[in-house]
T-cell receptor, first 115, second 116 residues
Framework: AQKVTQAQTEISVVEKEDVTLDCVYE???????LFWYKQPPSGELVFLIR??????QNEISGRYSWNFQKSTSSFNFTITASQVVDSAVYFC????????????FGGGTRLMVKP | EAEVAQSPRYKITEKSQAVAFWCDPI?????LYWYRQILGQGPELLVQ????????DSQLPKDRFSAERLKGVDSTLKIQPAELGDSAMYLC??????????????FGPGTRLLVL
């Protein structure tokens, strides 16, 4: 069965520091998608990125970057030069080919960026 | 930018009462999902619709929960009777036609339910 683990429940950094959020997944499928969502205090889950299992290229979007490594079943998320507005709970999620479009979420990592 | 709409945003009810939540997906999105998110945890899927048909409701506690999407557009999730353990955030999401595993799901703001 699929599983997503976010071992860091809470991280606190000072503004402008870089921070990496870890995500480790388990799946028996060879075809799957990985996602990151941001949940600010307002509660809405905001889509950040989708990555398929055949594309291991790292991706950068502004201050955000993602490192996908199939060898270690990890899909880590780095925020460079963090800002107070980055404070939120971040969720990693997995969608398997054999599970329709059901998303399996990790437990989330609460990021607090202090000024 | 198109968004998923949900109402109410907050609901306080007493144990054994009935509650209902409404969701309007992004226009043109055929697939609709209801998730429950307990405080401090990730969301868990309750039910998935493709148009007006239920695709997956294996995690829906059917003795007290029901969901419908009669015309394949907006949807209602009902709890009757509510129990203390139902206190959670209820999130609605939608994805484009097909609802394949690779489709991105877009979430609404959620309904925070507190059962007293």
């Amino acid at each position: 069965a699929q599983k997503v683990t976010q071992a860091q429940t809470e991280i606190s950094v000072v503004e402008k520091e870089d921070v990496t959020l870890d995500c480790v997944y388990e799946t028996r499928d060879t075809t799957y998608y990985l996602f990151w969502y941001k949940q600010p205090p307002s509660g809405e889950l905001v889509f950040l990125i989708r990555r398929n299992s055949f594309d291991e290229q790292n991706e950068i979007s502004g201050r955000y970057s993602w490192n996908f490594q199939k060898s270690t079943s990890s899909f880590n998320f780095t925020i460079t030069a963090s800002q107070v507005v980055d404070s939120a709970v971040y969720f990693c999620a997995l969608s398997e080919d054999n599970a329709g479009n059901m998303l399996t979420f990790g437990g989330g990592t609460r990021l607090m960026v202090k000024p | 930018e198109a968004e998923v709409a949900q109402s109410p945003r907050y609901k306080i009810t007493e144990k054994s009462q009935a509650v209902a939540f409404w969701c309007d997906p992004i226009s043109g999105h055929a697939t609709l999902y209801w998730y429950r998110q307990i405080l401090g945890q990730g969301p868990e899927l309750l039910v998935q619709f493709q148009d007006e048909s239920v695709v997956d409701d294996s995690q829906l506690p059917k003795d007290r929960f029901s969901a419908e999407r009669l015309k394949g557009v907006d949807s209602t999730l009902k709890i009757q009777p509510a129990e203390l353990g139902d206190s959670a955030m209820y999130l609605c999401a939608s994805s484009p036609v097909g609802g394949g595993y690779q489709e991105t799901q877009y979430f609404g703001p959620g309904t925070r339910l507190l059962v007293l």
